[in-house]
């Protein structure tokens, strides 16, 4: 059974920073591709970033909303990819999920075969 489990979400001011986890079990966490997603009250879940390997090279692809404050890393020894959020915005409040995918570097939420159960990261001004 896969599992994946969100942590590090709460309540900061805007310009701090703030890094989520998501746990992975029950898959070959280095096959996959690892994206996260955010929903915030009334809009769709939208794509976040998402980081994946080809062969000894990692990439990442990130939206143009997150690009140069996110970055997403992941430690396959552990199972466990990170979203280190700095210079957070009002705008970043949101639900964030944590999603795996065999398809390297997808943005499409229909893609992702598997998710977290998210996490609430609450950005004050």
């Known amino acids: 059974q896969v599992q994946l489990v969100e942590s590090g979400g709460g309540l900061v001011q805007a310009g701090d920073s703030l890094r989520l986890s998501c746990a992975a079990s029950?898959?070959?966490?280095?096959?996959?591709?690892m994206g996260w997603f955010r929903q915030a009250p009334g809009k769709e879940r939208e794509f976040v970033g998402v980081?994946?390997?080809?062969?000894?090279?990692?990439?990442?692809e990130y939206a143009d909303s997150v690009k140069g404050r996110f970055t997403i890393s992941r430690d396959n020894a552990k199972n466990t990819v990170y979203l280190q959020m700095n210079s957070l915005k009002p705008e970043d409040t949101a639900v964030y999920y944590c999603?795996?995918?065999?398809?390297?570097?997808?943005?499409?939420?229909?893609?992702?075969?598997?998710w977290g159960q998210g996490t609430q990261v609450t950005v004050s001004s």
């Open positions: 999603a795996a995918t065999r398809r390297a570097g997808s943005h499409q939420r229909g893609e992702y075969d598997y």
């Open positions: 980081r994946w390997s080809g062969g000894t090279i990692y990439y990442a």
């Open positions: 029950g898959l070959t966490f280095s096959r996959y591709a």
